[in-house]
């Protein structure tokens, strides 16, 4: 039986009853089958069995009245004294009849009540058939049901049920009707879930395919624009064949000068293409290319904004806690928050890590300088650049930004200096930086030459591609005098050039403020810790080596630290800055940033206009008018469009060079009649590398440095060394040697220079290194090649070889 089925009384049951009947049959004395024996065979027998001593008893009763009978007679044939004696014998005789006819009529009386025992087990079978057909008909109108309910009704199948039992049944089946109910309820809520699932679905499958239908329609656009370049190309490579035929046939003709200036045009677009595609191909190989279909595809602020401003403060929190307060942090730097010109510093560091987190692009800072910047005495490991490199590279990749210090410090040994190494900034930094860092602490003695070269680079700088912000960085600077000092005593580069990032962290102004007892060579301690934050966990004798403040006059690794840890935070500021400008664009027109990535495609379309408009992926770059006017550097050289152009073969540089030097038989090469078959040529120089390292930590490779002295160096009997000139406006052009601080007073006495066919007569040394040429243009220019080519030759007759490591034009 089921669960819900009542337990049955044995007695309902045929086999039970026939059962009893044998039991009884054989007290009775009678013989009687197997209890196993089915119910027809037990009957069958039982009733033989009736018969056969019915039978018997009928004709023993029958025998024994006669006999009776006869005596009876006798006895009244003798005398009536033995009537009494008759009559006990009569009721003998009746007694004996009765107990005969008993055990006749028990056996059928017993037949009788299995019978109806039996008659009563198939009239329930009939009711139960009822009742089941009942349930299935409440199971069949309710087709929700569970596989459940259904084993539930089908339990009382073949069940008997007595008055009670059927009331207990009926509540069953009455609370089983309520269960089905409940479920049919359920049932249909799950289904109208289903349904709007099912809606949701065919929405979001509509969305996709106008997605799929968008980006299908901007690929065969892609495609036909690239057929359209590749034909307009074709065309162009036609056009260029046909004027190289044309110019052979010019200078056949003798036409010198316009033969001259087509073929410069051809070299200019041959030029031209060839780097398009050596980009392209880059761009390719990197994954990141300006513009084109992964640019037009990308989703914008692709991360998560709320988590990313968590774990900006986390890090905020963290240097807060390391440096006890902010103080220390705000005070390294000259300008500071709450000042209204650092402020608007901010603002303007602000927008351009705001356009990095936007398009997920990279933010760069490039640090220039002299030994100092490039770490010497120390790892290289532990130079404040690679120090800060660590600490905000794992926040920036939160939000995908890749963010990257570079570290374009040179030491002494070449003999560079600020003066000479600024006109290279584009060469050194590459133009793709944010941020440029400037540090020549122990070269800067003459102020009026320190306040030029300031304001000189400040402009240069602010005139690459990208506008980076120019900051500096000294390693004095005990109190705030000190600080300004270093960068301008009268405060004016930091009033007029403030707004544009310009600002200074001076490492010894903060710490001062907590204790720093000043500089002593070799020194473990900052004023507040022992060791840098890494060095805790390092060995003993690297950890007293991370303590040091200062090496000698160069910063050790915990003076290095206060550096990083000072601009990091500063950059942190912008950091929030730029997320609290890119919140409130959106919220003015009605997004919010936090769900941008759970928005529909539509939506992220309109997010995507809305951010690029405000910043776009190429950065918006100053003008010289945005600037105000130079006051300690000369119009001539400060009021100009674009930086110096440079080729420094020093090492390391991070961009690309603007002069270029062409081989002796390219068909441009204006001094191609001057070589001679078999003539050695110029050859690049690289000097030995550095080891500027403690001793213990010179075998680990992350320490080495990577300034090295390099050139292009001349031998004696050596051809000619061709230059081609970037476009000047003022038409200054200088030449370093990489050979020491002096080396200028070699290239002027073992070089001869000249510009196309004019030799220079009135060579100058300058900047130690380096000789000048030409400090501007006189009177009118005119090329015919277009471009302007300088020539390097060592002196007939001199047994000493030259080298060169910058040639500069303004």
Request: aromatic share 10%.
């Given at each position: 039986p089921s669960p819900l089925t009542p337990p049955l009384s044995p007695l309902l049951s045929p086999p039970a009853a026939l059962s009893l009947s044998l039991s009884l049959w054989?007290?009775?004395?009678?013989?009687?089958?197997?209890?196993?024996?089915?119910?027809?065979?037990?009957?069958?027998?039982?009733?033989?069995?009736?018969?056969?001593?019915?039978?018997?008893?009928?004709?023993?009763?029958?025998?024994?009245?006669?006999?009776?009978?006869?005596?009876?007679?006798?006895?009244?044939?003798?005398?009536?004294?033995?009537?009494?004696?008759?009559?006990?014998?009569?009721?003998?005789?009746?007694?004996?009849?009765?107990?005969?006819?008993?055990?006749?009529?028990?056996?059928?009386?017993?037949?009788?009540?299995?019978?109806?025992?039996?008659?009563?087990?198939?009239?329930?079978?009939?009711?139960?058939?009822?009742?089941?057909?009942?349930?299935?008909?409440?199971?069949?109108?309710?087709?929700?049901?569970?596989?459940?309910t259904l084993g539930m009704t089908t339990?009382?199948?073949?069940?008997?049920?007595?008055?009670?039992?059927?009331?207990?049944?009926?509540?069953?089946?009455?609370?089983?009707?309520?269960?089905?109910?409940?479920?049919?309820?359920?049932?249909?809520?799950?289904?109208?879930?289903?349904?709007?699932?099912?809606?949701?679905?065919?929405?979001?499958?509509?969305?996709?395919?106008?997605r799929l239908a968008k980006i299908k329609r901007r690929e065969s656009e892609l495609e036909e624009r690239a057929f359209k370049e590749e034909k307009a190309l074709e065309k162009e490579t036609e056009l260029v064949g046909a004027l190289e035929e044309k110019v052979i046939g010019m200078d056949k003709e003798g036409r010198d000068n316009p033969t001259n200036e087509l073929r410069h045009e051809i070299e200019e677009l041959k030029e031209e293409l060839t780097d398009l595609r050596l980009e392209e191909k880059f761009h390719e190989h990197s994954g990141h290319p300006e513009g084109g279909q992964k640019d037009a595809d990308k989703m914008l602020l692709d991360f998560d904004v709320d988590g990313f401003?968590?774990?900006?403060?986390?890090?905020?929190?963290?240097?807060?806690?390391?440096?006890?307060?902010?103080?220390?942090?705000?005070?390294?730097?000259?300008?500071?928050?709450?000042?209204?010109?650092?402020?608007?510093?901010v603002e303007f560091v602000a927008e351009k890590i705001s356009r990095a987190l936007v398009w997920g692009d990279k933010f760069v800072i490039g640090a220039m300088g002299s030994s100092v910047t490039a770490g010497h005495d120390n790892c290289n490991f532990d130079s404040y650049e690679r120090q800060m490199e660590r600490l905000l590279k794992p926040v920036f990749k939160k939000a995908g930004v890749d963010f990257t210090v570079r570290n374009g410090g040179e030491g002494g040994t070449c003999g560079d200096s600020f003066e000479n190494q600024i006109w290279c900034v584009r060469h050194i930094l590459g133009d793709d930086i944010d941020v440029a860092h400037y540090s020549w602490t122990y070269f800067e003695n003459e102020p009026h030459k320190v306040l030029k070269s300031h304001e000189?680079?400040?402009?240069?700088?602010?005139?690459?591609?990208?506008?980076?912000?120019?900051?500096?960085?000294?390693?004095?600077?005990?109190?705030?005098?000190?600080?300004?000092?270093?960068?301008?005593?009268?405060?004016?580069?930091?009033?007029?050039?403030?707004?544009?990032?310009?600002?200074?962290?001076?490492?010894?102004?903060?710490?001062?403020?907590?204790?720093?007892?000043?500089?002593?060579?070799?020194?473990?301690?900052?004023?507040?810790?022992?060791?840098?934050?890494?060095?805790?966990?390092?060995?003993?004798?690297?950890?007293?080596?991370?303590?040091?403040?200062?090496?000698?006059?160069?910063?050790?690794?915990?003076?290095?630290?206060?550096?990083?840890?000072?601009?990091?935070?500063?950059?942190?500021?912008?950091?929030?800055?730029?997320?609290?400008?890119?919140?409130?664009?959106?919220?003015?027109?009605?997004?919010?940033?936090?769900k941008i990535r759970q928005s529909d495609s539509d939506t992220k379309q309109k997010i995507r206009e809305l951010l690029a408009n405000r910043w776009p992926k190429a950065p918006k770059i100053l003008t010289i008018n945005e600037l105000p006017p130079p006051r300690y550097c000369d119009e001539e050289l400060c009021n100009v469009d674009e930086p110096p152009g440079c080729t420094n073969w020093e090492l390391p540089t991070f961009g690309r060079g603007q002069i270029r030097i062409l081989e002796p038989e390219h068909d441009m090469n204006p001094f191609r009649n001057r070589f001679h078959a078999g003539e050695a040529q110029w050859r690049k120089w690289t000097g030995d590398k550095r080891y500027l390292i403690p001793r213990d930590e010179r075998a680990m490779a992350k320490c080495e440095h990577l300034d090295v002295c390099a050139g292009v160096e001349g031998r004696p009997k050596t051809g000619l060394l061709t230059l081609r000139m970037p476009r000047m406006t003022v038409g200054r052009i200088m030449v370093c040697s990489p050979d020491g601080k002096e080396a200028g007073k070699q290239l002027m006495e073992n070089l001869d220079f000249w510009l196309e066919d004019k030799q220079f007569h009135d060579v100058k040394q300058v900047y130690g290194k380096c000789v000048l040429l030409q400090e501007r243009w006189q009177g009118a220019v005119h090329d015919a090649k277009g471009h302007i080519h300088v020539g390097v030759k060592v002196k007939e007759g001199s047994q000493q070889s030259s080298r060169i490591s910058h040639v500069m034009a303004l």
């Open positions: 054989a007290e009775l004395g009678f013989p009687h089958g197997s209890s196993t024996r089915g119910v027809a065979t037990a009957e069958a027998e039982a009733e033989a069995e009736a018969r056969t001593m019915g039978d018997r008893g009928v004709l023993e009763q029958e025998t024994t009245l006669e006999l009776i009978d006869d005596h009876i007679l006798g006895l009244d044939d003798d005398d009536d004294d033995d009537d009494g004696l008759g009559e006990e014998l009569m009721g003998a005789l009746h007694k004996r009849a009765l107990n005969q006819n008993w055990k006749f009529f028990v056996p059928v009386i017993i037949l009788i009540v299995g019978l109806l025992f039996t008659f009563g087990y198939f009239m329930g079978i009939l009711t139960s058939e009822k009742n089941n057909r009942f349930v299935e008909a409440q199971y069949q109108s309710t087709p929700q049901l569970g596989n459940g339990g009382l199948r073949g069940s008997v049920f007595t008055g009670g039992e059927r009331v207990r049944v009926e509540d069953e089946l009455k609370r089983l009707d309520e269960s089905v109910l409940k479920e049919a309820n359920n049932e249909k809520s799950t289904r109208l879930e289903l349904d709007e699932l099912k809606h949701k679905y065919n929405q979001m499958a509509a969305q996709m395919d106008t401003s968590n774990e900006v403060d986390r890090v905020v929190k963290m240097l807060e806690d390391y440096w006890k307060g902010p103080d220390v942090l705000t005070h390294t730097l000259l300008l500071r928050p709450g000042d209204e010109i650092y402020e608007a510093g000189m680079w400040i402009r240069w700088v602010l005139m690459m591609n990208r506008s980076p912000a120019p900051q500096f960085f000294n390693t004095g600077g005990r109190d705030d005098q000190e600080c300004a000092n270093a960068l301008d005593s009268s405060g004016h580069l930091q009033r007029v050039y403030g707004k544009f990032g310009v600002n200074i962290a001076c490492l010894q102004n903060g710490i001062t403020r907590r204790g720093y007892p000043g500089k002593k060579w070799g020194e473990i301690g900052d004023g507040m810790h022992k060791t840098t934050r890494y060095g805790e966990t390092a060995s003993d004798s690297r950890k007293k080596s991370l303590g040091v403040t200062f090496r000698n006059w160069h910063p050790g690794p915990l003076g290095f630290q206060v550096v990083s840890d000072a601009f990091a935070y500063h950059y942190l500021y912008a950091l929030k800055r730029a997320l609290g400008f890119i919140k409130t664009h959106l919220d003015e027109h009605l997004f919010d940033a936090a």
